[in-house]
C-alpha cells in the first residue's frame, strides 16, 4: 500500500502533469506536514538524525500520514540507497534478491535503507529473516504498519527497532495542506467556506485521501464555488476506519466501555454508533452492554442486567435496522444508571480465597448427616436453623473452622445498593453483639 505523497515521478509517462500527490511531495523534514512531535524539537526522528546513528524504526500509525514519506526523506539526509517492498506482494524469493543487491551496495560503501511496506503482513518466519542483515549492518530497516506492532511483530524485530507513532492530522493540519495545493496551482479551491471544512472533516485525518478529493475539485469545471450542499453529489464519502478484527475495533469498544462506566450518555452513544457505522455485529455489542451492566452496574442497578437483555432479545426478533434503536435505548440506560463494582470485586476476592483454601472442609455444623456415621463424627451437630432465631439471623459461622472470616463485598452508597449496605451493617452489627454475648 502506497503512502502519503507516493506516486509517480513528475514529468509522468505521455508529457501529462505527475499527481497532485506527487508534486506536493515534501522535499525536505521541514516541509513535512504534522508529526512534529517526532520531528520538532526535541523529537526522537530529529534526535535520531542529528546524532547521526539512524537505527532500524517501525512507524506506526493510520493510513495517510506520511509514513512513506518520512522513510524517503531518511534515506536523501543519510545518503542511502532507499529501497521500497510490499509484504503484500513480496515473498522470500523478493527479499533474497534485495538483500543480495544490499550486500553488494555496501560493499561499493553505500548503504540501503529498506523501506517495508505492512510489514505486519509478512509472517513470523520472513520476519525473522530480516535479523542477520539488521544486525550486520547490510540494511536499515524501516518498516511501516497500521496494526499494533505488539501484537503484529515479532519480539526480536522490534528488540532491534525504534517504534514510533504517527499521529492522523489534524484539520489544521488538512488546512495547511490544501493551502500548500492552492499555492502550487494557483487558484483556489472551487468551495465555499463550510464547503472546505466539509471537505477537510471528509478527509478524516488522511492526508492521501484529502489529496485525492482535492484533485477532485481541482477539476471541476464551475463558475461558482460549490456549497456544503452540494458536496455530496460530487464527492463520495469515505468509509469510516474501522477493522473489526484489529485494534481499531478494540479501541472503538474500550471508548464504548469507559465512556458508559463514565456516566456519559453522549459520548456512549457516539462510540456506540461509530461501531456500527463500521459494520460492528449488532449482537456483539449486545454481549458487550450486557456484560457491562453486569460489571460496571451491578447490584446498584438490577434491572440494568434485564434492560440489556431485553434489548438483546428486541433485536433479535426485528433485526437490523430497527431493533438497533432498542440496543441505544439500552446504551442511554446504563450510562445513566448508578455504577458499582462491588460484586465484580467480591467475586474477583472470593475466587482468590477459595484458591488459596481450596482444602479446607466447611466446619462440621454446616454439613448434612445423611448416615448414623457421619452424625457419630458431629455432621450437623449444634446447627441453628434461622428461620427460628431472633431477627431469623443465627450468627453462626459458615466459613472453614481453621480461616479466618473473609469480608469480600463491600457495597457502595450508590442506586440499589444503599438498601445492600444497610443490610450489611445490619447483619455485621447482629453478628457482633451475638459474638459478645
Same mark, same amino acid.
Request: proline share 5%; glycine share 8%.
Given at each position: ?29 521541514? =516541509?513535512? &506536514?504534522?508529526?512534529?512531535? %517526532? ?54 524469493? +523478493? ?17 540501503? %535503507?529498506?523501506?517495508? +511496506? ?15 542483515? !539488521? ?22 524485530? !522490534?528488540?532491534?527497532? /525504534? ?13 495547511? !495542506? ?12 472551487? %468551495?465555499?467556506? +463550510? ?10 485525518? +488522511? ?11 481541482? #477539476? ?32 472503538? &469498544?474500550?471508548? %464504548? ?35 457491562? #451492566?453486569? =460489571? ?6 438490577? /434491572? #440494568? ?20 434503536? #432498542? ?46 456415621? !457421619? ?20 450468627? /453462626? ?41
Amino acid at each position: 500500500m502506497a503512502d502519503l505523497f507516493d506516486s509517480v515521478e513528475p514529468g509522468a509517462a505521455g508529457g501529462k502533469p505527475a499527481p497532485l500527490a506527487d508534486r506536493l511531495r515534501p522535499a525536505t523534514f521541514s =516541509e513535512v &506536514i504534522g508529526q512534529q512531535h %517526532l520531528l520538532g524539537e526535541d523529537g526522537a526522528l530529529r534526535v535520531m538524525l542529528e546524532s547521526s546513528n539512524l537505527s532500524s524504526i517501525i512507524f506506526w500509525g493510520p493510513p495517510g500520514v506520511g509514513k512513506t514519506t518520512l522513510a524517503k526523506l531518511l534515506a536523501d539526509e543519510t545518503e542511502m540507497e532507499f529501497v521500497q517492498i510490499s509484504a503484500i506482494f513480496s515473498g522470500v524469493a +523478493d527479499l533474497k534478491k534485495v538483500f543480495e543487491a544490499a550486500k553488494l551496495r555496501r560493499q561499493t560503501g553505500r548503504g540501503t %535503507l529498506l523501506f517495508v +511496506d505492512e510489514i505486519h503482513r509478512f509472517n513470523k518466519a520472513q520476519q525473522d529473516g530480516f535479523l542477520p542483515h !539488521m544486525e550486520d549492518g547490510t540494511i536499515v530497516l524501516v518498516g511501516a504498519t497500521t496494526e499494533n506492532p505488539s501484537f503484529e511483530l515479532n519480539a526480536a524485530v !522490534m528488540s532491534r527497532s /525504534q517504534v514510533m507513532v504517527l499521529e492522523r492530522l489534524t484539520l489544521i493540519d488538512l488546512e495547511l !495542506m490544501a493551502q500548500r495545493a492552492e499555492r502550487l496551482l494557483d487558484r483556489p479551491l472551487p %468551495l465555499v467556506a +463550510d464547503a472546505r471544512e466539509a471537505v477537510l472533516e471528509m478527509a478524516d485525518g +488522511d492526508g492521501r485521501a484529502l489529496i485525492n478529493i482535492l484533485e477532485q475539485c481541482f #477539476a471541476w469545471n464551475v463558475t461558482s464555488k460549490v456549497k456544503r450542499e452540494d458536496l455530496e453529489k460530487r464527492l463520495s464519502r469515505r468509509a469510516p476506519k474501522y477493522d473489526k478484527s484489529g485494534e481499531e475495533h478494540y479501541n472503538l &469498544i474500550s471508548a %464504548l466501555h469507559k465512556s458508559v462506566r463514565g456516566s456519559d450518555p453522549d459520548a456512549s452513544m457516539y462510540w456506540f454508533c461509530r461501531m456500527l457505522e463500521g459494520g460492528e455485529d449488532p449482537r456483539f455489542l449486545a454481549r458487550r452492554l450486557t456484560r457491562l #451492566a453486569v =460489571e460496571d452496574i451491578g447490584l446498584a442497578d438490577p /434491572q #440494568a442486567q434485564n434492560v440489556c437483555l431485553q434489548a438483546w432479545e428486541t433485536y433479535e426478533r426485528l433485526g437490523s435496522p430497527e431493533g438497533e434503536l #432498542a440496543l441505544a435505548q439500552a446504551v442511554i440506560y446504563i450510562a445513566l444508571a448508578p455504577k458499582s463494582n462491588s460484586a465484580y470485586v467480591a467475586y474477583k476476592a472470593a475466587r482468590n480465597a477459595a484458591k488459596t483454601t481450596g482444602s479446607e472442609p466447611p466446619p462440621k455444623v454446616i454439613r448434612n448427616a445423611p448416615t448414623k456415621l !457421619m452424625k457419630d463424627e458431629g455432621y450437623g451437630a449444634g446447627y441453628q436453623y434461622d428461620h427460628d432465631a431472633k431477627d431469623g439471623f443465627s450468627g /453462626q459461622n459458615y466459613f472453614p473452622d481453621d480461616m479466618k472470616r473473609g469480608v469480600y463485598y463491600i457495597p457502595v452508597d450508590r442506586g440499589f445498593e444503599r438498601e445492600l449496605k444497610k443490610r450489611t451493617e445490619y447483619f455485621a452489627k447482629l453478628r457482633k453483639n451475638i459474638t459478645k454475648s
